[in-house]
Structures are given as C-alpha cells and as structure tokens.
C-alpha cells in the first residue's frame, strides 16, 4: 500500500511563492504517476499536476505556467513549487496517485491535505 503526507501549506498574500512537499512510501514502484489535487470549499476536489516515475509532467490549465511539480526519489518525496498565487488557488491540497493523461485518482483514498489560503 501506498501512504502520502502532505505538508508545507500556508497563508499567503497574492502573488507570493509556496513549496509543498508529500511524503510517499512505494513511489519508485509504482506504474502510475503522483500527482496533486485540491478543494476549495464548496466545491469538488480538482487535480493539479502530476508526475509520472520517469519524470513526465502533466498540469491543470488553471495552474499551467505557475507551478511545477517535481520528485526526489532518495527521499520519497514529490513538491508542488507554486508561484505568483491567487485567491482562487485556494483550498486543501492532497497528493495520491493518478493516471498521466487524465490526472484523475486511481483511487478514492485521501489524507488530511495542507492547507494553502491566499489572500487579496
């Protein structure tokens, strides 16, 4: 089985910079990439951004351009660097694992997530 932690969210100002980080355990093994989700309140949970073991990426139109997903497999970890934040970038921010091409969830199985709270 797989298990994530997310953590590194935070209460920004607009236009500011945030790194995430999500621990995961079984990263290198797995046939299917990682990715990030969010949900802002009241509204469903969407993907992010995704990163396949070898390194391919794959973005949301809403964050294209802005935020960069990435690994470090000696650590097990996959960040989601966001710059130049909105308020509407708010929300929880969950990691698990997801198909390349879709970004949708493999499976409905979510931790606590991080909160990341923009203002204006």
């Known amino acids: 089985q797989v298990h994530f932690v997310e953590s590194g969210g935070d209460l920004v100002q607009a236009g500011g910079s945030l790194r995430l980080s999500c621990a995961a355990s079984?990263?290198?093994?797995?046939?299917?990439?990682i990715g990030w989700y969010r949900q802002a309140p009241g509204k469903r949970r969407e993907w992010v951004a995704i990163?396949?073991?070898?390194?391919?990426?794959n973005y949301a139109d809403a964050v294209k351009g802005r935020f960069t997903i990435s690994r470090d497999d000696a650590k097990n970890t996959v960040y989601l660097q966001m710059i130049s934040l909105k308020p509407e970038d708010t929300g929880v921010y969950y990691c698990?694992?997801?198909?390349?091409?879709?970004?949708?969830?493999?499976?409905?199985?979510w931790g606590q997530g991080t909160q990341v709270t923009v203002s204006s």
């Open positions: 698990n694992t997801g198909y390349m091409a879709s970004g949708k969830a493999t499976r409905d199985y």
């Open positions: 079984g990263i290198t093994s797995s046939i299917v990439g």
């Open positions: 990163i396949s073991r070898s390194g391919i990426t």
